[in-house]
């Protein structure tokens, strides 16, 4: 397996700007996170859904932040519009509860500069 | 919901002394127990995990203790190693719900 895959890798982007950030999970996950990652804040969990339902979005820092997971093998976070604050590393991870570890997987992150 | 709190927010040791970080919690009914580390610019990975029902794991020179009446756990590194350095994130929760501590960059100097 690939792991967790996340896309893009690098994000630069304007002010206002609309943002996408893509994850697909290993197969066979059915939870799925996404984490935002500052120097100032740490990590933070935004939201987590279980079997493509969203179970936890107090992480969402506001209406600009929304999340959706269509199906078991992709997740989308959006932002729009962008604002400079919003630059981060945002992970995604995934997990299996069903097996008898509770480990979460990380992908390798998306690197948001907005500008 | 719960509250984890981590110390020290940063460790420097040497090479081949001990590191000991410590994390505490709120929630009673958590009863999973992960350590993540983290390297520059790469992704949080697990090292070891404990669950409620244990004191104590070792997996070589890492090892997490658990101490369920005072709520609190650490994470021991003996003989530390330049590779060692790296943040560290201790995470209790449960099954549904995990909260990460803030984060302790540990150091390892030669």
């Known amino acids: 397996d690939a792991g967790v895959i996340q896309s893009p890798r690098h994000e630069v982007t304007e002010m206002g700007q609309e943002v996408t950030l893509r994850c697909k999970p290993i197969?066979?996950?059915?939870?799925l996170f996404w984490y935002r990652q500052t120097m100032m804040r740490g990590l933070e969990l935004l939201i987590y859904?279980?079997?493509?339902?969203?179970?936890?979005d107090s992480g969402m820092p506001e209406d600009r932040f929304s999340a959706k997971m269509p199906n078991a093998s992709f997740s989308t976070l959006k932002i729009q519009p962008s604002e400079p604050r919003d630059s981060a590393v945002y992970f995604c991870a995934s997990r299996n509860p069903g097996s008898s570890y509770n480990e979460q997987f990380f992908g390798p992150g998306t690197r948001l500069t907005v500008l | 919901g719960e509250n984890v709190e981590q110390h020290p927010s940063t460790l420097s040791v040497q090479e081949g002394d001990s590191a000991v970080i410590k994390c505490t919690y709120s929630?009673?009914?958590?009863?999973?127990f992960p350590w993540y580390k983290q390297e520059l610019g790469k992704r949080p990975q697990l090292i070891i995990d404990i669950r409620s029902n244990v004191g104590e794991k070792k997996d070589q020179r890492i090892a997490v203790t658990l101490n369920k009446t005072a709520k609190h756990f650490s994470l021991h590194i003996t003989e530390t190693q330049p590779e060692d350095s790296a943040v560290y994130f201790c995470?209790?929760?449960?099954?549904?719900?995990?909260?990460f501590g803030t984060g302790t960059r540990l150091q390892v100097t030669l």
């Open positions: 859904f279980n079997n493509n339902v969203p179970i936890d």
């Open positions: 929630d009673s009914a958590s009863n999973y």
């Open positions: 197969s066979g996950h059915n939870s």
């Open positions: 995470l209790t929760g449960t099954a549904s719900k995990l909260t």
